[in-house]
Every structure is written in structure tokens, then in C-alpha cells.
């Protein structure tokens, strides 16, 4: 049962809505995965018991966007006392196998587990839309803002001509441009460290950058 006094419910000037996710999402969400991340290794993959069991757990921090019926955008997030001076971990580590069940129900941190928009909706603004709805429910939760990791996904295709750390570091001073960190960074997540082996993908050579959205910053 959500812990808020109302859900989270918004429609778009386009038509589509952003509201929580419910029971009946979970096997079109299975089917999103695959379609936003296709290179992904199947076991990072969450499937929709993950779902579910997502929204037995924490089903404050879990969101949808719709258009009527078709579920075109999503994001899991999960309450955590994250530990910045030891930030090495791994996507599986952290989803628990998808399972989430490394929910700590007092976290003061917003842990964002994923977040994708359908190819087809894409240069709409609604990653900014499902981050901000996010960022709503973590002010309501009294937490210190948002932490997660941004797959640095324009390094696979020039891992044969640079190192991580040399790509990350013109991503950071604004020399590079990356599909994903760099739109994070525009909305306002700043950069905190590499890690490398985050996730078995191709497309960000397993390279994760590590972001933090303070509470008192605007989306």
C-alpha cells in the first residue's frame, strides 16, 4: 500500500500520463526492458514478478508513463543509506537479482534502480519527467535527494580508442558528449566517480557513472 497521501497522478499537455505503477503494468514493463535495453545481459534484466514484488516492497518509488493503455516510460527506485566514501557495487548487486530486497524502508536516499523511455517517445523530455516525479516523492519522503548510476553509454563505441577513465573524464569537463550521463547531467545530477564492471553491456563497455541529485535543486 502506498505510504502518501495520494498517489502520484499526472497528465501531460501531449496526452500521456505519469503515475505510479500498478499490478496490471508489470508484464508490459517485461517486454519494455527488453525493447530499451537490448544488449543488456538477460539476468539484469527485470522481469515482471520483479515488478510485482517491487511494489509489495517500496511501491512509492516505482513509476510509469503512459499512452492510453501502453506503458511507453518507466523507473524503479528504492530507499538506501548510501555509502559515497565505499560506492563500488554492481547493478546485480544492487537490484538483488531484480528482487530489490535491498530496500532499506528508512534510506535517506532516493536509489534510482533504472529508468528508460521507449525509442518511438524519445526527445519528448520525459526522462526529466519521470526524474522529477521522482524528486517529488523523495521531498515528500524527507530524503536527501536522488543517487544512482548512469550507464556511459557512448564509450562502447570507442573503447578501442580510449580508456574509461580518459572518456569519463572528458565527459565530466564537458568535452564529450555521452546519450546518457550528459542528459543526466543537464538535468541536474552531478557526477560523483566511475565504476567500472557495473553492468554487462556492451554499449558502456560495463562502465557505470555514479550521479547524485540533491534534494534542494530544482528538476
Known sequence: MLNLKTP???????????????????????????????????????????YLKHLEIFPEGQFVITDNDKVIG???????????????????????????????PAGDWLYGLDIGV?????????????????????????????VTVGMMSGYGA??????????????VQRKRFDPTISTQMKIGFEPVALIADYLNDPVCGGFGVLIKLDIDKDV
Open 8 to 50: 502520484y497522478y499526472q497528465k501531460l499537455n501531449n496526452g500521456l500520463v505519469v503515475q505510479h505503477m500498478k499490478p496490471e503494468h508489470a508484464q508490459q514493463l517485461e517486454e519494455l526492458q527488453k525493447i530499451v535495453f537490448p544488449t543488456l545481459a538477460d539476468d539484469e534484466l527485470i522481469q515482471a514478478k520483479h
Open 74 to 104: 518507466m523507473t524503479s527506485s528504492m530507499r538506501s543509506h548510501f555509502n559515497f566514501a565505499d560506492y563500488h557495487h554492481t547493478f546485480k548487486e544492487t537490484i538483488a537479482g531484480g528482487w530489490m530486497t535491498n530496500h532499506e
Open 118 to 146: 521507449h525509442p518511438d517517445y524519445r526527445g519528448m523530455g520525459l526522462a526529466r519527467v519521470l526524474y522529477r516525479a521522482r524528486h517529488e516523492i523523495a521531498k515528500q519522503l524527507h530524503l536527501k535527494g536522488q
Open 158 to 171: 570507442v573503447s578501442t580508442q580510449m580508456s574509461g577513465q580518459e572518456y569519463y573524464e572528458e565527459l
